[in-house]
């Protein structure tokens, strides 16, 4: 009777410590953090129409569950050079991550142009937006 007893409070004890750490380990692993960068692609000044613009978003922070290291999905800029990019990668959680602004000029290859630090949130929709403008000629060092 005894050792009944003992194995059924035993085995609801694990059950339940079991049932706590996968809850924890799904809120880290999938908290929506959110954030967003916008801005204008140009070649010596002047706008990039149809441009592919794509971020490369790190973040390693302490408790993280799993490091990110991603590409946005890409986005096409406007007659003006515009873009807005939302970034939502798996495993971010608040706080900041590195961005680069990486540019494929139609027709042309992929420029890594510059970067930033973007503050990941958990509103929605995002409440940073980062401001990254990127000149092609000046990246390269073709504008005079």
Do not use: N
Request: net charge negative.
């Amino acid at each position: 009777m005894k050792w009944t007893m003992l194995s059924i409070v035993g085995s609801v004890s694990v059950t339940w410590l079991a049932c706590g750490e996968a809850g924890d380990l799904a809120l880290s692993a999938g908290a929506p953090a959110t954030a967003a960068a916008m801005g204008r692609i140009t070649d010596c000044g002047t706008p990039v129409a149809g441009a592919a613009v794509m971020l490369l978003v790190q973040q390693d922070e302490s408790g993280q569950a799993r490091p990110v290291d991603t590409r946005t999905r890409a986005v096409v800029t406007d007659r003006g050079g515009g873009y807005l990019v939302e970034i939502a990668p798996a495993f971010a959680i608040p706080g900041p991550a590195a961005v680069r602004l990486l540019v494929t000029s139609p027709g042309g290859a992929m420029q890594d142009v510059t970067g930033g630090t973007v503050e990941f949130g958990l509103e929605q929709p995002p409440r940073d937006t980062l401001r990254l403008d990127g000149d092609l000629g000046a990246a390269a060092g073709a504008c005079h």
